[in-house]
C-alpha cells in the first residue's frame, strides 16, 4: 500500500468533489467532512510529506470523544467513499472498515397524532400572533405538511406554480438534492 503526500490527498479529493458533483449530487456536506480531514492529516506537514491513512483516519474520527455515534458514522462514510474513489487509481490503497464508527440503532420513534391534537395545533395556529408568518399562512403550512408528509422548509418554498389540482400533485424543488413530484389526495 502507497501512502499519499498531503498533495496527492488534497487532489483525490478535489477529483472526488468534482466525480460527486458530475453525478448531481451537491455533496456539502461531504465536502466539509472531507476538507476536516485533509486539513486534519494535512496540519503542519510540507505538501510533500506522506500520510499513513491507517493512522489518520482512525485518529480524525477519535479527534472529539463526545461525538456520537451516527455523526463518527456519517463522517466515516465520506471518508470511505474516497478511499474507494482513490482505490480506482491504486487497487491496494487503504479502505477504513466499516468497523471504525460503533453501529448506530436509531432511536426515532414516530409519534401519532390524534385528530384532537391536530385540531389544538390547527387552531393554536390560528391565533398566532406572529410576525413573519400570520396565522393564516402558518394554518395553511400546517396542514400542508400533515397532509403531504412535506417537510415545513419545502411547504414554505412551494410556488403556485408547483401545485397541479388536475393530477394532484405536488412539485418540490430541489429539497435534498432533488426535485420530486409528491401526490396528495383531493380531500
Request: a positive charge; glycine letters at 8%; aromatic letters at 10%.
Amino acid at each position: 500500500m502507497r501512502h499519499p503526500s498531503v498533495a496527492e490527498l488534497s487532489q483525490d479529493i478535489e477529483g472526488f468533489l468534482a466525480f460527486k458533483r458530475a453525478l448531481g449530487y451537491p455533496y456539502r456536506r461531504g465536502e466539509a467532512t472531507l476538507r476536516s480531514f485533509e486539513r486534519f492529516a494535512g496540519g503542519g506537514r510540507g505538501r510533500h510529506s506522506r500520510i499513513d491513512l491507517s493512522v489518520e483516519i482512525p485518529a480524525w474520527l477519535r479527534r472529539i470523544p463526545s461525538r456520537k455515534p451516527v455523526t463518527l458514522a456519517c463522517d466515516l462514510g465520506a471518508v470511505r467513499q474516497l478511499c474507494l474513489f482513490r482505490r480506482r487509481r491504486d487497487p491496494s490503497g487503504f479502505l477504513p472498515p466499516v468497523a471504525l464508527a460503533p453501529q448506530t440503532e436509531s432511536t426515532f420513534a414516530a409519534y401519532l397524532f390524534s385528530h384532537a391534537e391536530v385540531r389544538d395545533l390547527l387552531d393554536a395556529a390560528s391565533r398566532h400572533p406572529g410576525r413573519n408568518a400570520w396565522p393564516a399562512m402558518l394554518r395553511m403550512l400546517l396542514l400542508c405538511a400533515y397532509c403531504t408528509g412535506l417537510r415545513f422548509g419545502e411547504a414554505v418554498r412551494l410556488q403556485q406554480g408547483d401545485l397541479d389540482l388536475k393530477n394532484n400533485l405536488i412539485f418540490v424543488r430541489q429539497s435534498k438534492g432533488r426535485s420530486r413530484q409528491v401526490p396528495f389526495q383531493a380531500d
